[in-house]
């Protein structure tokens, strides 16, 4: 699964947050795995069981099993067991898998993600040079954004010499530079963070209710109870910025967010955290899908997308009250 090369035009608007990887030809946020296009079914012994695809940088847990390197340290950042038999587990306790496994991967068959101009297959570990060294599209795509890049920077640097470069900070938003407006911006709600002004610097004194409402937090989402909430996003294509694990093959069943990406819509929006599970994709049930179809549905590019989440309710410990000191004195 991944980026095809039809879909590259999307990933040059949104280089920024999801880069283009020119080791696996696919656009995925650096944290995460690198993506193929596999040319055959993948055996099952040598498929990661939290993101279910081939396994990359395979590390071997103490209780028996082998997933990703990065999909194993993000998912015990929250979790402190092993995903398949929930097994109590620690990071540091975990190997890496053995020669022969790297090298079973590393000849797996793969398609080159530039489909339109290049129909090579390679083993999954001559890719990266193929993109480099051979492939058209590749070299295309690296010229173009190199390009991009370049007219970016001298708009930059004739905005900030002409009349209104100097622009007041915090008006506008990391991602203007980019060309990109920021959903938060395009679509006003009170549940969204606000982009203001710091109070003091050129805005006239307000009274103490006043500054208080301007520097509220967005709502959190109620513990216990499910929730639909509404995602807008001005370039339908833009990611979401979080991962999941689960799905109806493991032993999640529920589809839930491993991490929510700093820079992502998600994340600006500011509601929804790790550890979440998503029930509905606009009015999609994906409570009981599998991990791919999942992704599938919330990888389909809208403007407007609804939500609709459970949060847990999280567990507070309960204190008994110690034994009176005279009761104990006296027995």
């Not at 022969?100 to 999954?124: A, G």
């Not at 070299?139 to 640097?157: N, Y």
Request: glycine share 6%.
């Amino acid at each position: 699964m991944g980026t095809t090369g039809d879909d590259m035009a999307s990933v040059e608007q949104n280089a920024s947050l999801n880069p283009l990887c020119f080791e696996c030809g696919q656009q995925h946020w650096t944290r995460e795995n690198h993506l193929y296009n596999y040319q055959n079914e993948v055996d099952d012994d040598l498929v990661c069981h939290i993101c279910l695809q081939p396994l990359l940088q395979p590390l071997d847990t103490p209780c028996g099993h082998t997933f990703c390197y990065k999909c194993l340290r993000n998912f015990l950042q929250e979790k402190d067991f092993c995903p398949l038999d929930r097994k109590r587990l620690h990071f540091k306790l975990c190997k890496k898998s053995s020669i022969l496994v790297h090298k079973l991967l590393d000849k797996l068959f793969v398609l080159c993600p530039f489909s339109s101009v290049c129909q090579e297959v390679m083993q999954r570990c001559d890719l990266a040079a193929h993109l480099k060294n051979r492939c058209p599209g590749a070299s295309h795509r690296r010229v173009a954004l190199e390009r991009r890049k370049t007219s970016k920077l001298q708009a930059e640097v004739e905005g900030e010499s002409g009349p209104g470069g100097t622009e007041q900070p915090g008006s506008l938003s990391p991602d203007a530079d980019q060309g990109i407006v920021p959903a938060e911006q395009s679509f006003t709600s009170p549940a969204l963070p606000a982009w203001t002004d710091e109070p003091g610097i050129d805005n006239p004194p307000f009274e103490e209710n006043t500054v208080a409402d301007t520097n509220q937090q967005p709502p959190t989402l109620p513990e216990g109870e499910i929730t639909t909430i509404e995602i807008h996003r001005s370039n339908p294509y833009i990611e979401l910025g979080i991962s999941i694990v689960g799905g109806n093959e493991t032993p999640l069943i529920n589809i839930v967010i491993q991490e929510v990406y700093r820079d992502g819509i998600i994340a600006r929006d500011g509601r929804l955290l790790a550890g979440d599970q998503i029930l509905q994709v606009n009015s999609f049930d994906i409570s009981n899908v599998s991990h791919n179809h999942a992704r599938a549905v919330l990888s389909q590019p809208c403007s407007v997308l609804h939500l609709t989440v459970l949060r847990e309710r999280r567990r507070t410990p309960t204190r008994t009250p110690p034994a009176p000191c005279e009761k104990t004195a006296s027995r």
